[in-house]
C-alpha cells in the first residue's frame, strides 16, 4: 500500500508539473490572505516536525497580508516547502515560516530551516526536476525531486519567483515573492 501511494505521488507530480509547464493548469488568482495559509499549512505537519523533534514557528508582519494569488498554488508550494524542510534539516533542527511586505507591492513568504545548508556548487540543479541531494533520511522519505520544480513554476504562474538561498552548516531559506492585493 505505502509503494502504491508512492508511485501515485510521483505520476500526480509530474503530471502536475506537465499541465502547469503546458499552461493547462487553471489558475484562479484572487486576494489571498496568507496568514491563515501559513498557519494551517503548519499546523497540518506540526506533528511531522514534532516527531523529529524539530522546532517549528510562524510568524509574519502584520495580522493580515493579503496577494492576488491562487490559494490552491499557495498551499501546494508552502506544504512543498515545509515537507523539504522536515527531510533536509535533520533532528533537532528549528524550521521557521515568515511573511513580510517588499515594500515593492509585494509580499514575500520564506521557508527558513538552521539544517546542514547546500553546497554553494549544487544551488544551480535543484529547480532542476528529479535533482535530489543526497540525504539517507530524504532518500528514505520519498520523492523524486520534483517538488522545487513544481513550485518555481507555480510561482511563475502568479507572477512571483522562487529562490533558494543556503549556506553549508548554516541552513537554507527559500523564498516566493508574489504580487500584494492594492489597498482598495
Avoid: W
Avoid at 494569488?69 to 516547502?81: E, G, K, S, Y
Amino acid at each position: 500500500r505505502r509503494s502504491g501511494r508512492f508511485l501515485l505521488s510521483i505520476i500526480d507530480d509530474i503530471l502536475d508539473l506537465s499541465r502547469i509547464e503546458s499552461g493547462r493548469r487553471d489558475s484562479a488568482i484572487e486576494h489571498v490572505d496568507i496568514v491563515p495559509l501559513m498557519i494551517e499549512s503548519a499546523n497540518r505537519m506540526r506533528v511531522e516536525f514534532e516527531a523529529r523533534d524539530i522546532a517549528l514557528s510562524v510568524s509574519a508582519e502584520t495580522e493580515e497580508m493579503i496577494a492576488l494569488a491562487d490559494r490552491r498554488a499557495l498551499i501546494q508550494i508552502v506544504t512543498n516547502l515545509l515537507t523539504n524542510a522536515l527531510k533536509y534539516a535533520g533532528t533537532a533542527a528549528n524550521v521557521s515560516v515568515n511573511a513580510v511586505r517588499t515594500g515593492k507591492g509585494a509580499l514575500e513568504l520564506s521557508v527558513h530551516d538552521d539544517g546542514p545548508g547546500i553546497p554553494e556548487e549544487k544551488l544551480g540543479e535543484i529547480m532542476k526536476p528529479f535533482v535530489q541531494l543526497s540525504s539517507s533520511y530524504a532518500r528514505a522519505a520519498g520523492g523524486v525531486g520534483l517538488g522545487l520544480t513544481i513550485c518555481q513554476s507555480l510561482a511563475r504562474t502568479m507572477d512571483g519567483t522562487l529562490t533558494v538561498e543556503s549556506r553549508l552548516g548554516e541552513g537554507t531559506t527559500v523564498r516566493l515573492v508574489v504580487p500584494e492585493s492594492p489597498v482598495d
